[in-house]
């Protein structure tokens, strides 16, 4: 990789594969489809898109991915998580399916389709630090983090003024080091700004 030309892989065992791959061609940036360690071994950094988080992690298991994806993040591998994927770089995961696994990385907690079960899903601004101006963020059986550790850098929460109830100030958007998660969907849409912060991250690394 030279630092202004990544591969960045989008995993695509099940999920808003399709959609991913869009906003980061919109970026002029070079993307592949990750479905076998190989194809993993060849990205400058990955996508985990949204989806259904106990299917993906299944799945990874079934394609031989699940241990190479876990090596990898514990690299140092850049890494962006959308909704399912945000479930699958958490360390801990609250109403977990049963036997649920996750790749892990942020040390932060999360509750499954806490959009779904327990409010409303939720469309609405929604502030990312790095950007100018808000981001439409699409929550649809979303997670959110319930707490994060000392090292993860919370980039945004639920606008209290847009929405009440459990949802309001909840945690949407973390990083640590070379790994960003989002609650909400932003590849839904022509905004790729969520996306071009992540690359720049992996320029930048």
């Known amino acids: 990789m030279t630092s202004s030309s990544p591969l960045v892989g989008v995993l695509a065992l099940q999920g808003d594969v399709r959609e991913h ?3 980061l061609e919109r970026l002029g940036v070079a993307t592949t489809r990750v479905r076998r360690p190989e194809e993993l071994a060849a990205v400058d950094a990955l996508v985990l898109p949204g989806g259904e988080s106990t299917t993906i992690a299944r799945l990874a298991r079934t394609f031989e991915l699940l241990e190479p994806l876990r090596e990898r993040i514990h690299a140092g591998l850049p890494v962006l998580g959308t909704c399912a994927g945000m479930i699958l770089l958490a360390d801990r995961v609250l109403d977990g399916a049963p036997g649920q696994e996750t790749f892990g990385g942020i040390d932060m907690t999360v509750r499954r389709n806490a959009f779904g079960r327990q409010v409303d899903s939720f469309e609405g601004p929604v502030r990312v630090e790095g ?9 649809i059986r979303a997670p959110w983090v319930e707490e994060v550790g000392a090292q993860v850098q919370v980039l945004a929460r639920v606008d209290r003024d847009s929405t009440g109830g459990a949802a309001a100030g909840r945690i949407v958007a973390v990083r640590q080091g070379n790994l960003v998660a989002t609650s909400f969907h932003p590849e839904v849409g022509e905004d790729s700004r969520v996306h071009g912060l992540f690359v720049d991250l992996v320029r930048g690394s």
């Open 21 to 23: 791959v869009a906003a």
């Open 131 to 139: 950007l100018a101006e808000p981001v439409h963020g699409v929550f």
